[in-house]
């Protein structure tokens, strides 16, 4: 009797309002969709990710992040996100604070089993800087803007930066944002390798899509346990990297790549 795989859950588009999504076999594009407020992560938004991740959580595919395109004809400029919604935050007080409301959900997305890519046009600011730093990978236009200036508004950058972003750029770069509100170009994240990859905003979803190609061409297995072991603390090495290597050293992957390199080679 031959037994048929149940096709793999998707999630209802239609169910999201902050957020625009696209979902592909290996792949989910969530584009943030709030263009009225420059895509202002609001309560709604920060929901909606939560939903993306558990979905992503339980069905691992590799996470594309996007914001609103460049609408040339209409004259709007693209934007990622101009940060968290100034008018529920300015609201906020201590027991919003300390329940991470943003911290948590940018935190879930950094924790995904499969690589993140942020795609970067236009402002990424604030929580939408932040959000950002949370991914794996980020290309960016040079019209990007990203930076930091929650000091200005009387708060810290407590959804990430503080910390992330010193391992990204470096202290030195690092407190210049964070202390000073230094807003980087396009162009200086690329210089000190925020970003990997500098593209017009025609092509930043192509470039975005080329990485999930390159990506998804791995052994999904591999590439799971490779971010897990990469992000695991450094007194957990060369213990985690032995058992992980060790669990792919029986995969069926491991056999079939290695015969199939062989077989090229062989056949040169």
């Not at 609201?91 to 690589?115: H, K, Q, T, V, Y």
């Not at 929580?127 to 930076?147: H, I, S, V, W």
């Not at 210049?176 to 990997?196: H, K, Q, S």
Request: negative net charge.
């Amino acid at each position: 009797m031959t037994s048929v795989t149940p096709p793999r859950p998707v999630l209802d588009p239609a169910a999201f309002t902050a957020l625009r999504l696209e979902e592909r076999q290996d792949r989910l594009l969530a584009r943030l969709d709030r263009p009225a407020v420059k895509n202002a992560i609001d309560q709604t938004m920060v929901d909606e990710l939560h939903a993306v991740c558990a979905h992503l959580e339980r069905t691992p595919k590799i996470l594309v992040l996007a914001g609103t395109p460049a609408d040339p004809q209409r004259g709007t400029k693209g934007v990622f996100a101009s940060g968290a919604d100034i008018s529920q935050l300015r609201e906020r007080r201590r027991d919003d604070a300390l329940a991470g409301i943003n911290s948590s959900a940018f935190e879930r997305i950094a924790s995904l089993p499969m690589p993140v890519i942020a795609a970067l046009d236009g402002h990424a600011l604030g929580g939408g800087a932040e959000l950002a730093y949370a991914a794996d990978f980020r290309l960016g236009t040079p019209q990007l803007r990203m930076g930091n200036p929650e000091t200005g508004l009387g708060i810290i950058a407590a959804a990430g930066a503080m910390w992330r972003l010193a391992e990204l750029v470096g202290e030195p770069t690092a407190k210049e944002i964070l202390l000073a509100g230094r807003i980087l170009t396009g162009e200086d994240c690329l210089r000190i390798g925020l970003i990997t990859e500098l593209v017009e905003p025609a092509e930043l979803l192509p470039a975005a899509d080329a990485l999930a190609d390159r990506i998804a061409a791995q052994d999904p297995l591999a590439v799971r346990l490779s971010k897990q072991v990469f992000h695991a603390p450094r007194e957990a090495h060369p213990m985690i990297d032995t058992l992980a290597q060790g669990m792919l050293f029986d995969s069926d992957a491991k056999f079939d790549r290695m015969q199939a390199f062989l077989d090229r080679k062989q056949a040169r």
